[in-house]
């Protein structure tokens, strides 16, 4: 079959290469100007910048697509892992190392709590049992409302009407260490005061998996699945933007695509990794949305967006980690203004991200590069990021300077920033979310934007916004589910 796929993230990329393994022809059409998605790479002044997503794991993801393809992923990228996976930083100044050492961990716990540590243990035999059962479902399609109640009386067995943090702090009793196991849906555009429990399986897949950086950057694994891609006979079209997918009235099937050239593109199956509600709104027209029309898709939950700045210094900062965590005054009354009141805060929490502190390559020598992020809402808010942004920009860069990174003004000599209308503009997110459909209960597996089209029957979804949902596992899963999906269907057309 010819298959389309609108985008070039990792859940796009994984789809296609496993489509065409399967003997499919595919043509991924992205519209910018490199591959990648949200993981977009800025190269500036000598420095280069991963536009997005960071943090690696469940590898195993990656080396199996190379092993279907009749490849090794070694010869492609060069995965290393990082130790620690985080060094997590509070105002009153203690930093508890993150790693995946068990007697290391249990002696980073000991320093702030010892009272914990059997609380830790108990939470960690309980974040097994969920990890054996929801990573069981992260490649297997929720297309029918029956897959959704095989699943009940596990979900109610696990607590997943909990949050992440109600779970935790029935284990934990530290404050800090409260917020050390649960700020890992944050991660993944969650709250962690509302994304069901079933999210604490972050912290065993870390442990069980490891934290893990592509020497070159996340742009690195992007040029390895492209070129794998290639390899086995892809296309990618870049510069080449979507702006409709054709739909056969009387079938209500999708036969193709129309570029912004006006270009008109047959196709047998069309593959979204497109925003799903940029999708919906903008690429299918109204008529042929029964079940998603403006209305459903408005009305779902739509997570943060993210002010992000990227900047190199001329001097390196070898007292920081590759990936830190700064957590700032407040955690839950932060994330309430970000998710619920939607209300842009004066104080924040940050990742920080130090990726020369691995790859001393990716800028001058004897330079660092960076950046950082901080939770913001969405443009449902009332934030107006044109005024906005400067001030949140020079507040953020003070609170480095201040509190971690001496002198910062004085030896910044690259330095580039998106905001929610970045999301919104150019990367075509809904509302300017950075993760698409909120993770909470209501809105997990079934209840989801379903990976097939519940509008079109050869419409297919990859990405954050539909099962299983954002982070590197969750899309390059949901690309797995794509193509099985399509296999499954191709299979049934021939037997019939």
Same mark, same amino acid.
């Given at each position: 079959?010819?298959?389309?796929?609108?985008?070039?993230?990792?859940?796009?990329?994984?789809?296609?290469?496993?489509?065409?393994?399967?003997?499919?022809?595919?043509?991924?059409?992205?519209?910018?100007?490199?591959?990648?998605?949200?993981?977009?790479?800025?190269?500036?002044?000598?420095?280069?910048?991963?536009?997005?997503?960071?943090?690696?794991?469940?590898?195993?993801?990656?080396?199996?697509?190379?092993?279907?393809?009749?490849?090794?992923?070694?010869?492609?990228?060069?995965?290393?892992?990082?130790?620690?996976?985080?060094?997590?930083?509070?105002?009153?100044?203690?930093?508890?190392?993150?790693?995946?050492?068990?007697?290391?961990?249990?002696?980073?716990?000991?320093?702030?709590?010892?009272?914990?540590?059997?609380?830790?243990?108990?939470?960690?035999?309980?974040?097994?049992?969920?990890?054996?059962?929801?990573?069981?479902?992260?490649?297997?399609?929720?297309?029918?409302?029956?897959?959704?109640?095989?699943?009940?009386?596990?979900?109610?067995?696990?607590?997943?009407?909990?949050?992440?943090?109600?779970?935790?702090?029935?284990?934990?009793?530290?404050?800090?260490?409260?917020?050390?196991?649960?700020?890992?849906?944050?991660?993944?555009?969650?709250?962690?005061?509302?994304?069901?429990?079933?999210?604490?399986?972050?912290?065993?897949?870390?442990?069980?998996?490891?934290?893990?950086?592509?020497?070159?950057?996340?742009?690195?694994?992007?040029?390895?699945?492209?070129?794998?891609?290639?390899?086995?006979?892809?296309?990618?079209?870049?510069?080449?933007?979507?702006?409709?997918?054709?739909?056969?009235?009387?079938?209500?099937?999708?036969?193709?695509?129309?570029?912004?050239?006006?270009?008109?593109?047959?196709?047998? +199956?069309?593959?979204?990794?497109?925003?799903?509600?940029?999708? #919906?709104?903008? %690429? $299918?027209?109204?008529? /042929? !949305? =029964? *079940?998603?029309?403006?209305?459903?898709?408005?009305?779902?939950?739509?997570?943060?967006?993210?002010?992000?700045?990227?900047?190199?210094?001329?001097?390196?900062?070898?007292? +920081?980690?590759?990936?830190?965590?700064?957590?700032?005054?407040? #955690?839950?009354? %932060? $994330?309430?203004?970000? /998710? !619920? =009141? *939607?209300?842009?805060?004066?104080?924040?929490?940050?990742?920080?991200?130090?990726?020369?502190?691995?790859?001393?390559?990716?800028?001058?020598?004897?330079?660092?590069?960076?950046?950082?992020?901080?939770?913001?809402?969405?443009?449902?808010?009332?934030?107006?990021?044109?005024?906005?942004?400067?001030?949140?920009?020079?507040?953020?860069?003070?609170?480095?300077?201040?509190?971690?990174?001496?002198?910062?003004?004085?030896?910044?000599?690259?330095?580039?920033?998106?905001?929610?209308?970045?999301?919104?503009?150019?990367?075509?997110?809904?509302?300017?979310?950075?993760?698409?459909?909120?993770?909470?209960?209501?809105?997990?597996?079934?209840?989801?934007?379903?990976?097939?089209?519940?509008?079109?029957?050869?419409?297919?979804?990859?990405?954050?916004?539909?099962?299983?949902?954002?982070?590197?596992?969750?899309?390059?899963?949901?690309?797995?589910?794509?193509?099985?999906?399509?296999?499954?269907?191709?299979?049934?057309?021939?037997?019939?």
């Amino acid at each position: 079959m010819n298959i389309v796929v609108i985008g070039s993230g990792f859940g796009g990329l994984y789809a296609a290469i496993l489509l065409q393994a399967q003997g499919h022809s595919v043509t991924i059409f992205e519209k910018r100007d490199k591959p990648g998605g949200r993981a977009y790479v800025y190269e500036q002044d000598g420095f280069k910048f991963d536009g997005g997503p960071t943090i690696i794991t469940a590898p195993w993801l990656i080396h199996d697509l190379f092993a279907r393809c009749g490849k090794r992923s070694e010869d492609y990228v060069d995965l290393v892992p990082v130790d620690p996976f985080y060094n997590i930083r509070f105002e009153d100044g203690s930093v508890f190392h993150y790693n995946g050492d068990r007697e290391r961990l249990l002696a980073e716990i000991r320093k702030f709590n010892p009272d914990d540590v059997e609380g830790y243990l108990r939470f960690l035999r309980a974040t097994e049992r969920i990890y054996k059962t929801g990573f069981a479902l992260i490649d297997k399609p929720f297309t029918r409302f029956s897959d959704m109640l095989r699943v009940i009386p596990d979900m109610a067995r696990l607590r997943s009407h909990k949050s992440v943090a109600q779970f935790v702090n029935s284990f934990i009793k530290d404050e800090r260490l409260r917020q050390v196991f649960s700020f890992h849906p944050l991660l993944i555009g969650g709250n962690p005061f509302q994304s069901t429990s079933i999210y604490a399986l972050i912290h065993k897949l870390e442990q069980e998996s490891g934290v893990w950086f592509a020497r070159g950057g996340t742009g690195a694994l992007v040029n390895a699945l492209v070129q794998l891609f290639k390899d086995i006979g892809g296309r990618i079209e870049l510069n080449a933007e979507t702006k409709e997918i054709i739909i056969e009235p009387t079938t209500r099937r999708a036969r193709g695509v129309r570029l912004s050239t006006g270009e008109t593109v047959a196709a047998d +199956v069309v593959v979204s990794n497109a925003d799903v509600a940029f999708t #919906y709104l903008n %690429l $299918v027209p109204a008529e /042929f !949305r =029964r *079940k998603y029309s403006d209305r459903k898709v408005k009305r779902k939950r739509y997570s943060m967006s993210l002010f992000v700045i990227y900047f190199g210094t001329n001097r390196k900062y070898d007292h +920081v980690a590759h990936h830190e965590i700064l957590m700032g005054p407040r #955690y839950r009354g %932060l $994330v309430d203004d970000i /998710f !619920r =009141r *939607k209300h842009l805060p004066e104080d924040f929490s940050l990742y920080l991200h130090r990726p020369t502190a691995t790859d001393p390559d990716l800028a001058p020598p004897g330079c660092d590069c960076w950046y950082v992020l901080s939770p913001v809402p969405h443009l449902g808010g009332t934030t107006d990021w044109t005024e906005k942004a400067q001030p949140y920009r020079d507040a953020i860069m003070k609170y480095l300077e201040d509190r971690y990174l001496p002198d910062l003004s004085k030896h910044i000599v690259t330095e580039h920033r998106i905001d929610p209308l970045h999301f919104r503009d150019t990367l075509n997110s809904y509302l300017g979310s950075a993760f698409s459909v909120e993770p909470i209960l209501t809105q997990s597996a079934w209840f989801r934007p379903h990976n097939r089209s519940q509008d079109i029957p050869n419409l297919y979804f990859a990405g954050a916004g539909t099962h299983p949902g954002a982070g590197l596992p969750g899309v390059m899963s949901s690309g797995k589910i794509v193509a099985d999906l399509i296999g499954d269907a191709r299979m049934k057309a021939v037997a019939n």
